[in-house]
């Protein structure tokens, strides 16, 4: 148990447009998900708390018009790269957390986007 | 403010034998959480195993057990009968109650030598 999905798992888009990664859990509800962005070879940064049904709470530093995040139900999270650039590009990783065993969070395979 | 260091960018262990990756930790919080996860070349980030700072014994999953040192802030994986398939990126995390974030080492690269 315990699955995490992300779509799609890679994308390559032209500089300028939008793009929408999804994040699904399975096999159960997730209330909190959570976005993180890694760069090649370094840790994974937090970018953002997602909570279904409320707004998302978005770290230090990152911008809340550029990635936009909507936890619509207990199960799906979408994050949208409005307007994306080439700076933009990097690895996207989703994680959710179940209503019990709430200090666990299982992960989604990621999501490779460039900005061309 | 928690932190998480991992002071060995890469280890490398021979197969079939035992290798130890080291995590320490800050914090002021009493009630907290420990991770390792891995990251295969997939990037796909692995649970491999978890510890609650309330108990005192070691978590062990299979060939993976913990050495936990909580006065002293430690966390390390302990990987036995190592594995080609153990290769991959390790992160150590912690994260408390309340909101549930978590905070991310460096992590460390292991190698597995055929």
């Known amino acids: 148990g315990a699955v995490v999905s992300q779509h799609p798992s890679r994308v390559i888009c032209k500089s300028g447009t939008s793009v929408k990664i999804e994040c699904r859990s399975l096999d159960f509800q997730a209330t909190t998900m959570f976005w993180y962005r890694q760069f090649p070879k370094q840790s994974l940064m937090l970018m953002a708390t997602?909570?279904?049904?409320?707004?998302?709470?978005?770290e230090q530093g990152v911008e809340k018009d550029k990635f936009l995040i909507n936890h619509a139900s207990l199960t799906l999270s979408t994050l949208t790269v409005t307007s994306a650039h080439p700076e933009d590009s990097s690895f996207y990783i989703c994680?959710?957390?179940?209503?019990?065993?709430?200090?666990?969070?299982?992960f989604g395979p990621g999501t490779r986007l460039l900005v061309l | 403010a928690q932190t998480v260091t991992q002071s060995q960018p890469e280890m490398s262990v021979q197969e079939a034998e035992t290798v130890t990756l080291s995590c320490t930790y800050d914090t002021s919080e009493s009630d907290y959480y420990l991770f390792w996860y891995k990251q295969p070349p997939s990037r796909q980030m692995i649970l491999v195993i978890r510890?609650?700072?309330?108990?005192?014994q070691n978590a062990t999953e299979n060939r993976f057990s913990v050495n936990f040192q909580k006065a002293a802030k430690s966390f390390s994986l302990k990987i036995s009968d190592s594995q080609l398939g153990d290769a991959a990126m390790y992160f150590c995390a912690y994260t408390s109650s309340g909101t549930y974030k978590y905070i991310f080492g460096t992590g460390t690269r292991l190698k597995v030598l055929a």
């Open positions: 994680s959710a957390k179940r209503l019990m065993y709430q200090e666990t969070q299982y």
């Open positions: 997602s909570n279904e049904g409320s707004k998302a709470t978005y």
């Open positions: 510890q609650e700072a309330y108990k005192q």
